[in-house]
């Protein structure tokens, strides 16, 4: 279809953009401060709103997986403020993460938000953070 006026032009050389590139509201993002971390409600929603997580980390790689677990499990981190409510907090955990930001060199005056994505372990399905891409922020902006 031609509209009068336009010109046309040819899609040479032209590449589709991913849209991972870009950040929405409803993406799922961990972010880890030098003394708590927090999720967006995406990633809630992801682990079907599962009353408590297990962490586990990657310190080569920067990354942290998370995975539902029952709320008496041994390492089992709840998340939730109450089981009868469910808004979702931030979570303090102050030696964790300042053993986090030394071991990754992180700038303590700084939060890091990364995205996490849908993987699959041993027939389980859990939430990945890869932090050796995260953004880093400092007040509303980010910073390289």
């Known amino acids: 279809m031609e ?9 040479d050389g032209f590449q589709v953009v991913n849209s991972n590139l870009f950040c929405s509201l409803y993406a799922p993002y961990m972010t880890i401060w030098c003394d708590s971390i927090s999720f967006s409600q995406a990633v809630y929603t992801g682990m079907n709103n599962c ?3 297990t962490i586990m980390l990657n310190k080569e790689m920067k ?15 709840n ?11 931030k979570l303090s955990c102050a030696t964790f993460c300042k053993q986090l930001f030394e071991e990754w060199n992180l700038d303590t005056t700084a939060r ?10 041993d027939k389980r399905v859990m939430m990945l953070f ?11 902006k980010t910073v390289k």
């Open 3 to 11: 509209v009068a006026g336009l010109k046309q032009i040819s899609l």
């Open 51 to 53: 009353e408590a997580i």
């Open 63 to 77: 990354g942290i997986l998370i995975s539902a677990a029952a709320s008496n499990s041994v390492n089992a981190i």
């Open 79 to 89: 998340w939730k403020k109450s089981k009868n409510v469910s808004k979702y907090c």
């Open 112 to 121: 890091y938000k990364a995205m996490g994505r849908m993987v699959q372990v």
């Open 130 to 140: 890869e932090f050796g891409n995260a953004e880093k922020w400092k007040g509303e």
